[in-house]
């Protein structure tokens, strides 16, 4: 199902997700599924960690709050795994 909702934005490829940028993708994503269910974690931190190599849990405190501040949200660090 992510896959497909990458495809539905555009990105086919790991260079499309590079170009765009993991928030960018979550936020297309979101806007034509604005009543989905989108948890972060599998979303917008997993576009990222594939990005990087490296499993969603462990990107960075820092990457994690740069990414929610460049969708704009005010998520706090024990809410990683929340729906945005």
Not at 34 to 47: H, K, M, R, V
Not at 53 to 66: F, N, Q
Not at 71 to 84: F, I, K, N, R, T
Request: glycine letters at 10%.
């Amino acid at each position: 199902m992510i896959a497909r909702r990458l495809n539905e934005v555009g990105v086919y490829t790991e260079d499309g997700l590079r170009s765009l940028g993991a928030a960018e993708a979550h936020r297309r994503i979101r806007l034509i599924h604005p009543d989905a269910t989108l948890p972060i974690c599998y979303y917008l931190y997993s576009f990222e960690g594939a990005l990087e190599g490296v499993h969603w849990d462990d990107l960075p405190e820092s990457t994690k709050r740069s990414l929610r501040n460049q969708l704009g949200e005010q998520v706090g660090a024990g809410d990683a795994e929340e729906a945005v």
